[in-house]
Protein backbone atom coordinates (compact mmCIF):
# COMPACT_ATOMS: atom_id res chain seq x y z
CA UNK A 1 0.00 0.00 0.00
CA UNK A 2 0.92 3.65 -0.90
CA UNK A 3 1.18 6.99 1.51
CA UNK A 4 2.23 10.65 0.74
CA UNK A 5 4.48 11.86 2.60
CA UNK A 6 4.21 15.94 3.09
CA UNK A 7 6.54 17.97 4.52
CA UNK A 8 4.72 21.35 5.20
CA UNK A 9 5.33 25.15 5.08
CA UNK A 10 5.97 25.81 1.37
CA UNK A 11 3.24 28.17 -0.44
CA UNK A 12 2.37 26.56 -3.51
CA UNK A 13 3.05 28.54 -6.63
CA UNK A 14 2.06 28.21 -10.12
CA UNK A 15 -0.04 26.48 -12.67
CA UNK A 16 -1.90 23.32 -12.16
CA UNK A 17 -4.68 22.11 -15.11
CA UNK A 18 -7.94 20.40 -14.02
CA UNK A 19 -8.66 16.87 -14.93
CA UNK A 20 -11.71 15.29 -16.85
CA UNK A 21 -14.28 14.92 -14.05
CA UNK A 22 -14.78 12.13 -11.91
CA UNK A 23 -18.43 12.38 -11.36
CA UNK A 24 -19.12 12.94 -14.68
CA UNK A 25 -16.81 10.19 -16.87
CA UNK A 26 -18.25 7.60 -14.70
CA UNK A 27 -21.85 7.86 -15.73
CA UNK A 28 -20.79 8.74 -19.28
CA UNK A 29 -18.38 6.12 -19.61
CA UNK A 30 -21.26 3.47 -18.32
CA UNK A 31 -23.62 4.85 -20.69
CA UNK A 32 -21.61 3.51 -23.32
CA UNK A 33 -23.71 0.36 -22.54
CA UNK A 34 -26.42 1.90 -24.54
CA UNK A 35 -24.49 1.74 -28.05
CA UNK A 36 -24.07 -0.73 -30.84
CA UNK A 37 -21.19 1.37 -31.75
CA UNK A 38 -17.95 2.06 -30.71
CA UNK A 39 -18.12 5.47 -28.36
CA UNK A 40 -15.15 7.78 -27.87
CA UNK A 41 -14.05 9.78 -25.03
CA UNK A 42 -11.32 12.57 -24.78
CA UNK A 43 -10.51 14.46 -21.21
CA UNK A 44 -10.61 10.82 -19.50
CA UNK A 45 -9.11 11.11 -16.36
CA UNK A 46 -6.30 8.29 -14.93
CA UNK A 47 -8.13 7.44 -12.12
CA UNK A 48 -8.53 3.67 -10.05
CA UNK A 49 -12.15 4.24 -10.50
CA UNK A 50 -11.91 5.00 -14.11
CA UNK A 51 -9.83 1.62 -14.14
CA UNK A 52 -12.48 -0.32 -12.46
CA UNK A 53 -15.46 1.07 -14.68
CA UNK A 54 -13.04 -0.07 -17.64
CA UNK A 55 -13.10 -3.39 -15.92
CA UNK A 56 -16.66 -3.11 -15.47
CA UNK A 57 -17.37 -2.42 -19.08
CA UNK A 58 -14.91 -5.73 -20.19
CA UNK A 59 -16.91 -7.84 -17.88
CA UNK A 60 -20.08 -6.57 -19.52
CA UNK A 61 -19.72 -7.85 -23.11
CA UNK A 62 -17.33 -4.56 -24.38
CA UNK A 63 -13.25 -3.86 -25.79
CA UNK A 64 -11.59 -0.89 -24.25
CA UNK A 65 -9.01 1.10 -24.89
CA UNK A 66 -7.18 4.02 -22.73
CA UNK A 67 -3.81 5.91 -23.75
CA UNK A 68 -3.74 9.27 -23.42
CA UNK A 69 -6.90 10.17 -21.63
CA UNK A 70 -8.80 9.09 -24.74
CA UNK A 71 -11.08 5.96 -24.34
CA UNK A 72 -12.32 3.73 -26.57
CA UNK A 73 -15.42 1.68 -25.41
CA UNK A 74 -16.69 -1.23 -28.35
CA UNK A 75 -19.30 -4.21 -28.13
CA UNK A 76 -17.50 -7.33 -28.68
CA UNK A 77 -20.14 -9.74 -28.84
CA UNK A 78 -23.08 -9.14 -27.03
CA UNK A 79 -23.92 -7.33 -23.37
CA UNK A 80 -23.36 -9.88 -20.87
CA UNK A 81 -26.06 -8.56 -17.60
CA UNK A 82 -23.96 -9.09 -14.54
CA UNK A 83 -21.71 -6.21 -12.74
CA UNK A 84 -20.22 -8.42 -10.22
CA UNK A 85 -19.33 -8.09 -6.67
CA UNK A 86 -15.76 -7.44 -6.85
CA UNK A 87 -16.19 -4.49 -8.62
CA UNK A 88 -19.19 -2.60 -7.15
CA UNK A 89 -17.53 -3.03 -3.62
CA UNK A 90 -14.95 -0.79 -4.92
CA UNK A 91 -16.67 1.53 -6.36
CA UNK A 92 -20.44 2.76 -5.80
CA UNK A 93 -21.17 4.32 -8.89
CA UNK A 94 -21.48 0.52 -10.73
CA UNK A 95 -24.44 0.48 -10.43
CA UNK A 96 -24.79 3.34 -12.82
CA UNK A 97 -24.57 0.24 -15.07
CA UNK A 98 -28.61 -0.92 -13.80
CA UNK A 99 -30.99 1.68 -15.82
CA UNK A 100 -28.65 1.14 -19.39
CA UNK A 101 -28.93 -2.98 -18.74
CA UNK A 102 -32.49 -2.66 -18.38
CA UNK A 103 -32.93 -0.79 -21.15
CA UNK A 104 -30.83 -2.28 -23.36
CA UNK A 105 -31.24 -6.33 -22.46
CA UNK A 106 -34.47 -6.28 -20.37
CA UNK A 107 -32.57 -7.96 -17.46
CA UNK A 108 -29.92 -7.30 -14.95
CA UNK A 109 -27.80 -8.58 -12.29
CA UNK A 110 -25.93 -6.11 -10.17
CA UNK A 111 -24.10 -6.83 -7.00
CA UNK A 112 -26.02 -4.37 -4.07
CA UNK A 113 -23.81 -1.96 -3.41
CA UNK A 114 -22.85 -1.69 0.05
CA UNK A 115 -22.66 1.22 2.83
CA UNK A 116 -19.03 3.46 2.54
CA UNK A 117 -17.04 5.53 4.90
CA UNK A 118 -19.27 8.36 4.40
CA UNK A 119 -22.78 6.40 4.89
CA UNK A 120 -24.97 3.56 4.22
CA UNK A 121 -25.73 5.25 0.54
CA UNK A 122 -28.95 3.33 0.06
CA UNK A 123 -30.23 2.37 -3.58
CA UNK A 124 -33.89 2.60 -2.88
CA UNK A 125 -35.02 5.77 -5.34
CA UNK A 126 -33.18 3.76 -8.35
CA UNK A 127 -34.86 0.73 -7.61
CA UNK A 128 -38.60 2.04 -7.41
CA UNK A 129 -37.98 4.79 -9.91
CA UNK A 130 -37.47 1.80 -12.70
CA UNK A 131 -40.15 -0.22 -11.21
CA UNK A 132 -42.18 2.38 -12.36
CA UNK A 133 -40.67 2.44 -15.55
CA UNK A 134 -42.08 -1.28 -15.61
CA UNK A 135 -38.66 -3.30 -13.90
CA UNK A 136 -39.27 -6.08 -11.38
CA UNK A 137 -36.43 -6.46 -8.94
CA UNK A 138 -35.58 -9.45 -6.18
CA UNK A 139 -32.34 -9.55 -4.21
CA UNK A 140 -30.35 -13.09 -5.00
CA UNK A 141 -27.36 -13.38 -2.93
CA UNK A 142 -26.55 -10.06 -2.41
CA UNK A 143 -27.51 -8.66 -5.75
CA UNK A 144 -30.10 -6.68 -7.16
CA UNK A 145 -31.86 -9.02 -9.75
CA UNK A 146 -33.87 -6.57 -12.25
CA UNK A 147 -35.97 -8.22 -14.94
CA UNK A 148 -38.93 -5.82 -17.30
CA UNK A 149 -40.14 -5.97 -20.66
CA UNK A 150 -39.59 -2.88 -22.57
CA UNK A 151 -39.10 -0.35 -19.96
CA UNK A 152 -41.96 2.60 -21.00
CA UNK A 153 -41.67 6.46 -19.53
CA UNK A 154 -42.70 6.98 -16.77
CA UNK A 155 -43.90 10.13 -14.23
CA UNK A 156 -41.50 10.10 -11.48
CA UNK A 157 -41.24 12.31 -8.47
CA UNK A 158 -37.95 11.75 -6.68
CA UNK A 159 -38.37 11.35 -2.79
CA UNK A 160 -35.04 13.17 -2.55
CA UNK A 161 -32.57 14.38 -4.64
CA UNK A 162 -30.05 11.72 -6.11
CA UNK A 163 -27.85 12.31 -8.02
CA UNK A 164 -26.76 8.73 -9.20
CA UNK A 165 -30.92 8.15 -9.10
CA UNK A 166 -31.58 11.33 -11.63
CA UNK A 167 -28.37 9.49 -14.37
CA UNK A 168 -29.25 5.85 -13.93
CA UNK A 169 -32.79 7.27 -14.84
CA UNK A 170 -32.12 9.26 -17.72
CA UNK A 171 -29.79 6.37 -19.20
CA UNK A 172 -32.66 4.10 -18.82
CA UNK A 173 -35.33 6.44 -20.17
CA UNK A 174 -33.39 7.26 -23.23
CA UNK A 175 -33.90 3.81 -24.83
CA UNK A 176 -37.38 3.40 -23.17
CA UNK A 177 -40.68 3.81 -24.75
CA UNK A 178 -42.25 6.92 -24.66
CA UNK A 179 -41.70 9.44 -22.50
CA UNK A 180 -40.38 9.82 -18.68
CA UNK A 181 -40.38 12.70 -16.90
CA UNK A 182 -37.79 12.52 -13.40
CA UNK A 183 -39.32 15.36 -10.97
CA UNK A 184 -37.04 16.59 -8.07
CA UNK A 185 -33.85 15.75 -10.57
CA UNK A 186 -30.61 16.74 -9.20
CA UNK A 187 -28.55 19.93 -10.56
CA UNK A 188 -25.10 18.97 -10.58
CA UNK A 189 -22.93 20.23 -13.70
CA UNK A 190 -22.08 16.49 -14.10
CA UNK A 191 -25.80 15.53 -14.61
CA UNK A 192 -26.13 18.07 -17.37
CA UNK A 193 -22.68 16.58 -19.22
CA UNK A 194 -24.18 13.32 -19.17
CA UNK A 195 -27.13 14.78 -20.98
CA UNK A 196 -24.74 16.80 -23.39
CA UNK A 197 -23.21 13.51 -24.42
CA UNK A 198 -26.77 11.55 -24.20
CA UNK A 199 -28.29 14.42 -26.80
CA UNK A 200 -25.02 14.57 -28.79
CA UNK A 201 -25.79 10.81 -29.82
CA UNK A 202 -29.12 11.21 -30.88
CA UNK A 203 -30.86 11.40 -27.21
CA UNK A 204 -34.10 13.60 -26.73
CA UNK A 205 -33.37 15.29 -23.44
CA UNK A 206 -34.85 18.51 -22.43
CA UNK A 207 -34.08 19.89 -18.91
CA UNK A 208 -30.71 18.80 -17.46
CA UNK A 209 -29.78 21.12 -15.12
CA UNK A 210 -33.56 21.95 -13.89
CA UNK A 211 -35.66 20.03 -11.28
CA UNK A 212 -37.43 18.66 -14.08
CA UNK A 213 -35.86 17.09 -16.82
CA UNK A 214 -38.05 15.58 -19.80
CA UNK A 215 -36.55 12.37 -21.77
CA UNK A 216 -38.23 10.97 -25.01
CA UNK A 217 -37.25 7.36 -25.80
CA UNK A 218 -35.30 6.95 -28.85
CA UNK A 219 -34.70 3.43 -30.67
CA UNK A 220 -30.90 3.55 -30.86
CA UNK A 221 -28.38 6.10 -30.11
CA UNK A 222 -25.01 6.55 -32.22
CA UNK A 223 -22.20 8.78 -31.62
CA UNK A 224 -20.86 11.17 -34.54
CA UNK A 225 -17.84 12.74 -32.97
CA UNK A 226 -15.73 12.13 -29.55
CA UNK A 227 -17.18 13.59 -26.63
CA UNK A 228 -15.22 15.23 -24.02
CA UNK A 229 -15.37 14.91 -20.46
CA UNK A 230 -16.46 18.40 -18.38
CA UNK A 231 -13.14 19.33 -15.78
CA UNK A 232 -13.79 18.45 -12.38
CA UNK A 233 -15.14 21.23 -9.98
CA UNK A 234 -14.33 19.25 -7.24
CA UNK A 235 -10.34 18.72 -8.40
CA UNK A 236 -9.82 22.25 -8.95
CA UNK A 237 -11.65 23.75 -5.92
CA UNK A 238 -9.13 21.07 -3.71
CA UNK A 239 -6.31 22.85 -5.31
CA UNK A 240 -7.62 26.52 -5.15
CA UNK A 241 -8.17 25.69 -1.27
CA UNK A 242 -4.30 24.43 -0.99
CA UNK A 243 -3.37 27.29 -2.40
CA UNK A 244 -5.46 29.64 0.07
CA UNK A 245 -3.91 27.15 2.89
CA UNK A 246 -0.34 27.73 2.31
CA UNK A 247 -0.90 31.31 1.65
CA UNK A 248 0.32 31.06 -2.24
CA UNK A 249 -0.57 31.78 -5.74
CA UNK A 250 -2.18 29.06 -7.90
CA UNK A 251 -3.72 29.68 -11.67
CA UNK A 252 -6.24 26.58 -11.88
CA UNK A 253 -6.29 26.02 -16.12
CA UNK A 254 -9.46 24.28 -17.53
CA UNK A 255 -11.78 25.42 -13.98
CA UNK A 256 -14.89 25.38 -14.29
CA UNK A 257 -15.99 28.29 -12.18
CA UNK A 258 -19.42 29.13 -13.55
CA UNK A 259 -20.23 25.69 -11.87
CA UNK A 260 -18.13 26.55 -8.43
CA UNK A 261 -20.21 29.66 -7.19
CA UNK A 262 -21.46 28.43 -3.81
CA UNK A 263 -17.73 27.65 -3.20
CA UNK A 264 -15.82 30.28 -4.88
CA UNK A 265 -18.37 32.99 -2.51
CA UNK A 266 -17.27 30.77 0.32
CA UNK A 267 -13.85 31.11 -0.46
CA UNK A 268 -13.96 35.02 -1.02
CA UNK A 269 -15.62 35.53 2.17
CA UNK A 270 -13.02 33.91 3.91
CA UNK A 271 -10.65 36.77 2.19
CA UNK A 272 -9.31 34.50 -0.59
CA UNK A 273 -8.21 36.63 -3.14
CA UNK A 274 -9.69 35.35 -6.39
CA UNK A 275 -9.55 36.14 -9.60
CA UNK A 276 -11.21 35.50 -12.64
CA UNK A 277 -10.24 34.56 -16.49
CA UNK A 278 -11.89 32.84 -19.22
CA UNK A 279 -10.73 29.93 -18.33
CA UNK A 280 -9.41 29.70 -15.44
CA UNK A 281 -9.02 31.39 -11.45
CA UNK A 282 -6.12 32.01 -9.57
CA UNK A 283 -5.73 32.10 -5.98
CA UNK A 284 -3.68 34.96 -4.37
CA UNK A 285 -1.51 35.53 -1.50
CA UNK A 286 -4.25 37.19 1.43
CA UNK A 287 -3.89 38.40 4.73
CA UNK A 288 -5.56 36.73 7.46
CA UNK A 289 -8.37 34.03 6.66
CA UNK A 290 -11.63 34.97 8.60
CA UNK A 291 -13.58 31.62 9.46
CA UNK A 292 -17.08 31.31 7.97
CA UNK A 293 -19.93 28.77 8.12
CA UNK A 294 -20.99 26.16 5.48
CA UNK A 295 -23.96 23.91 4.91
CA UNK A 296 -23.60 21.31 2.34
CA UNK A 297 -26.58 20.58 -0.18
CA UNK A 298 -27.26 19.62 -3.72
CA UNK A 299 -25.83 22.09 -6.21
CA UNK A 300 -26.24 25.00 -6.75
CA UNK A 301 -25.76 24.98 -2.91
CA UNK A 302 -22.23 24.40 -0.97
CA UNK A 303 -21.05 20.39 -1.97
CA UNK A 304 -20.49 17.79 0.26
CA UNK A 305 -17.52 16.87 -1.93
CA UNK A 306 -15.90 19.89 -1.08
CA UNK A 307 -16.40 19.94 2.97
CA UNK A 308 -13.43 17.89 4.14
CA UNK A 309 -11.53 20.39 1.76
CA UNK A 310 -12.80 23.42 3.16
CA UNK A 311 -13.11 22.22 7.04
CA UNK A 312 -9.25 21.80 6.41
CA UNK A 313 -8.98 25.48 5.88
CA UNK A 314 -11.13 26.20 8.60
CA UNK A 315 -8.90 24.65 11.10
CA UNK A 316 -6.83 27.62 10.31
CA UNK A 317 -9.05 30.86 9.63
CA UNK A 318 -8.96 33.25 12.19
CA UNK A 319 -12.36 32.89 14.72
CA UNK A 320 -14.60 29.58 14.51
CA UNK A 321 -17.64 27.98 11.86
CA UNK A 322 -20.09 25.54 12.27
CA UNK A 323 -19.69 22.84 9.16
CA UNK A 324 -23.49 21.32 8.79
CA UNK A 325 -23.45 18.10 6.53
CA UNK A 326 -26.89 17.01 5.47
CA UNK A 327 -26.08 14.59 2.53
CA UNK A 328 -24.42 11.95 4.21
CA UNK A 329 -24.88 11.00 8.00
CA UNK A 330 -21.23 10.00 8.58
CA UNK A 331 -19.01 12.72 6.48
CA UNK A 332 -17.36 13.64 8.87
CA UNK A 333 -13.99 10.89 9.80
CA UNK A 334 -11.79 13.28 8.59
CA UNK A 335 -12.16 15.44 11.66
CA UNK A 336 -10.12 12.81 14.49
CA UNK A 337 -7.17 12.36 12.15
CA UNK A 338 -6.89 16.87 11.58
CA UNK A 339 -7.51 16.85 15.24
CA UNK A 340 -4.41 14.32 15.79
CA UNK A 341 -2.84 17.15 13.64
CA UNK A 342 -3.77 20.35 16.59
CA UNK A 343 -7.35 20.88 14.90
CA UNK A 344 -9.93 22.12 17.29
CA UNK A 345 -13.32 20.34 16.09
CA UNK A 346 -16.16 19.17 18.01
CA UNK A 347 -18.68 17.34 16.31
CA UNK A 348 -22.50 17.15 17.62
CA UNK A 349 -24.46 15.13 15.29
CA UNK A 350 -24.16 16.50 11.68
CA UNK A 351 -22.44 19.82 12.45
CA UNK A 352 -19.09 20.27 13.18
CA UNK A 353 -17.49 23.45 15.24
CA UNK A 354 -14.07 24.62 14.11
CA UNK A 355 -12.22 26.59 16.15
CA UNK A 356 -9.54 28.57 14.09
CA UNK A 357 -5.54 27.40 15.87
CA UNK A 358 -2.58 29.32 14.63
CA UNK A 359 -0.81 26.26 13.28
CA UNK A 360 -0.87 22.29 12.53
CA UNK A 361 1.31 19.59 13.38
CA UNK A 362 2.40 16.93 10.98
CA UNK A 363 1.54 13.59 12.09
CA UNK A 364 0.82 10.22 10.47
CA UNK A 365 -2.66 10.04 9.70
CA UNK A 366 -5.26 7.73 7.60
CA UNK A 367 -7.19 8.43 5.04
CA UNK A 368 -10.72 7.13 5.21
CA UNK A 369 -12.69 8.14 2.06
CA UNK A 370 -11.82 10.14 -1.24
CA UNK A 371 -12.54 13.92 0.25
CA UNK A 372 -10.98 13.03 3.53
CA UNK A 373 -7.98 11.94 2.07
CA UNK A 374 -7.41 15.41 -0.04
CA UNK A 375 -8.17 17.68 3.26
CA UNK A 376 -5.60 15.68 5.45
CA UNK A 377 -3.36 15.97 2.31
CA UNK A 378 -3.42 19.99 1.89
CA UNK A 379 -3.66 20.17 5.80
CA UNK A 380 0.00 18.20 5.51
CA UNK A 381 1.32 21.07 3.28
CA UNK A 382 0.54 23.86 5.48
CA UNK A 383 1.71 21.79 8.70
CA UNK A 384 4.89 22.19 10.48
CA UNK A 385 7.01 19.41 10.21
CA UNK A 386 6.20 15.97 8.59
CA UNK A 387 2.64 14.69 7.44
CA UNK A 388 2.36 10.49 6.08
CA UNK A 389 -1.06 10.06 4.75
CA UNK A 390 -2.37 6.25 5.10
CA UNK A 391 -4.45 4.34 2.71
CA UNK A 392 -3.88 7.18 -0.19
CA UNK A 393 -5.37 4.43 -2.42
CA UNK A 394 -8.68 6.47 -1.80
CA UNK A 395 -6.96 9.72 -2.79
CA UNK A 396 -6.30 7.80 -6.00
CA UNK A 397 -9.85 7.02 -7.04
CA UNK A 398 -10.31 10.86 -7.90
CA UNK A 399 -7.18 12.87 -7.99
CA UNK A 400 -5.25 12.01 -11.40
CA UNK A 401 -1.59 12.78 -10.12
CA UNK A 402 -2.20 14.78 -7.27
CA UNK A 403 1.76 14.27 -5.66
CA UNK A 404 2.88 15.31 -9.41
CA UNK A 405 0.57 18.19 -9.66
CA UNK A 406 1.64 19.51 -6.32
CA UNK A 407 5.10 18.79 -6.42
CA UNK A 408 4.87 21.17 -9.84
CA UNK A 409 3.56 23.81 -7.66
CA UNK A 410 6.41 23.21 -5.00
CA UNK A 411 5.27 20.98 -2.42
CA UNK A 412 6.93 18.65 -0.90
CA UNK A 413 5.05 15.59 -1.32
CA UNK A 414 6.42 12.29 -2.45
CA UNK A 415 4.48 8.77 -2.71
CA UNK A 416 6.13 6.16 -0.34
CA UNK A 417 5.41 2.90 0.31
CA UNK A 418 3.40 2.48 3.29
CA UNK A 419 6.06 1.40 5.98
CA UNK A 420 4.58 -2.05 8.07
C1 LIG B 1 -19.99 9.11 -8.69
C2 LIG B 1 -20.69 10.31 -8.18
O1 LIG B 1 -21.17 11.15 -8.94
N1 LIG B 1 -20.73 10.46 -6.86
C3 LIG B 1 -21.37 11.63 -6.30
C4 LIG B 1 -22.86 11.38 -6.15
O2 LIG B 1 -23.02 10.23 -5.34
P1 LIG B 1 -24.44 9.51 -5.28
O3 LIG B 1 -25.06 9.54 -6.62
O4 LIG B 1 -24.21 8.19 -4.65
O5 LIG B 1 -25.21 10.46 -4.28
P2 LIG B 1 -26.76 10.74 -4.18
O6 LIG B 1 -27.03 12.12 -4.69
O7 LIG B 1 -27.51 9.63 -4.81
O8 LIG B 1 -26.99 10.70 -2.61
C5 LIG B 1 -27.50 11.79 -1.89
C6 LIG B 1 -28.19 11.28 -0.63
O9 LIG B 1 -29.34 10.52 -1.01
C7 LIG B 1 -29.32 9.25 -0.40
N2 LIG B 1 -29.95 8.27 -1.32
C8 LIG B 1 -29.49 8.19 -2.61
C9 LIG B 1 -30.05 7.28 -3.48
C10 LIG B 1 -31.09 6.45 -3.03
O10 LIG B 1 -31.63 5.60 -3.75
N3 LIG B 1 -31.51 6.57 -1.73
C11 LIG B 1 -30.97 7.47 -0.86
O11 LIG B 1 -31.38 7.57 0.29
C12 LIG B 1 -27.83 8.96 -0.14
O12 LIG B 1 -27.64 7.99 0.86
C13 LIG B 1 -27.33 10.34 0.22
O13 LIG B 1 -27.58 10.57 1.58
O14 LIG B 1 -23.46 12.51 -5.56
C14 LIG B 1 -22.98 12.80 -4.23
C15 LIG B 1 -23.79 13.97 -3.69
O15 LIG B 1 -23.50 15.12 -4.39
C16 LIG B 1 -21.49 13.07 -4.26
O16 LIG B 1 -21.02 13.21 -2.94
C17 LIG B 1 -20.75 11.94 -4.94
O17 LIG B 1 -19.40 12.32 -5.17
C1 LIG C 1 -18.17 10.47 -2.65
C2 LIG C 1 -17.53 10.57 -3.81
O1 LIG C 1 -17.53 9.67 -4.81
P1 LIG C 1 -18.31 8.27 -4.94
O2 LIG C 1 -19.76 8.57 -5.09
O3 LIG C 1 -17.74 7.71 -6.19
O4 LIG C 1 -18.00 7.48 -3.70
C3 LIG C 1 -16.70 11.77 -4.15
O5 LIG C 1 -16.36 11.93 -5.32
O6 LIG C 1 -16.40 12.55 -3.23
Avoid: W
Avoid at 253 to 263: I, R, S, T, V, W
Avoid at 295 to 307: A, I, K, L
Avoid at 345 to 374: E, Q
Amino acid sequence: MDSLLISGGVPLKGTVKASGAKNAALPILLGSILFDHTVIFDNVPHLRDIRTTQKLLETLGFETNFENNRMHVCLKNEVLPEAPYDLVKTMRASVLCLGPLLARLGKASVALPGGCAIGARPVDLHLSALEKMGAEFTLDGGYIMGRCEKLHGAHIQFDKVTVGGTENLMMAACLAEGETILDNAAREPEIVDLANFLKSCGAKIEGAGQTQIKIQGVTSLRQETPYSIMPDRIEAGTYLIAAAMTNGEVRVENCPYKDMEALCSKLEACNVKLDFEENAVTAKPHGELNAVDIRTVPHPGFPTDMQAQFMAMLTLCRGSAIVEETIFENRFMHVPELVRMGADIRVTGNSAMVRGVPSLTGAPVMASDLRAGAALVIAGLCADGETRVDRIYHVDRGYEGMEIKLQELGGRIKRVATPN
